[in-house]
């Protein structure tokens, strides 16, 4: 059974006041190594034990593979990683990955986070709070598990 309906149209850009989301590309390398490496303990906190990552030896070279393969993804329609960045595209602020379910009774994975020198100000919170509105409004998912948690969605 296929990830999502055949007609369905990925999201391409969202724009927020203080964030935009859009296909992560490996032109995004620099900006994704930044946010990544400087949030380690933060990301080796929620995804370490899940993913492995990330590692504390990734190296640009790894992290343009990963790049490639979550631009090649969104492509082929099977997974879509988005770039949560700066409205003005000079920071990278985080990532959403939207992934098919591993979960029976689920529509899908959907795991977040932000850089570790944005939680202070309460952007991953916030991030958490659009993605449920914004993945029932623009998603055909009813239930997703979101960052670890069965989450179910107001239509």
Not at 77 to 98: H, K, Q, T
Request: proline fraction near 6%; glycine fraction near 6%; charged fraction near 25%.
């Amino acid at each position: 059974m296929p990830f999502l309906p055949r007609d369905f149209t990925v999201p391409a850009l969202v724009e927020t006041p203080r964030f935009r989301m859009r296909s992560i590309t490996i032109h995004d390398v620099f900006k994704d190594y930044d946010a990544v490496m400087s949030s380690r303990e933060h990301l080796w906190g929620r995804f370490g034990d899940i993913w492995g990552w990330p590692a504390e030896d990734l190296t640009i070279e790894q992290n343009i593979v990963d790049l490639g393969w979550h631009q090649k993804e969104f492509r082929l329609r099977s997974s879509f990683d988005y770039a949560v960045i700066s409205p003005d595209e000079n920071r990278l602020l985080g990532c959403v990955y939207v992934d098919p379910p591993h979960r029976d009774g689920t529509d899908a994975d959907v795991w977040f986070w932000a850089r570790q020198s944005e939680l202070a100000s309460g952007l991953e919170d916030e991030l958490g709070r659009f993605l449920v509105s914004w993945l029932a409004g623009s998603w055909p998912f009813s239930v997703v598990t979101l960052n670890g948690q069965v989450t179910r969605l107001a239509a």
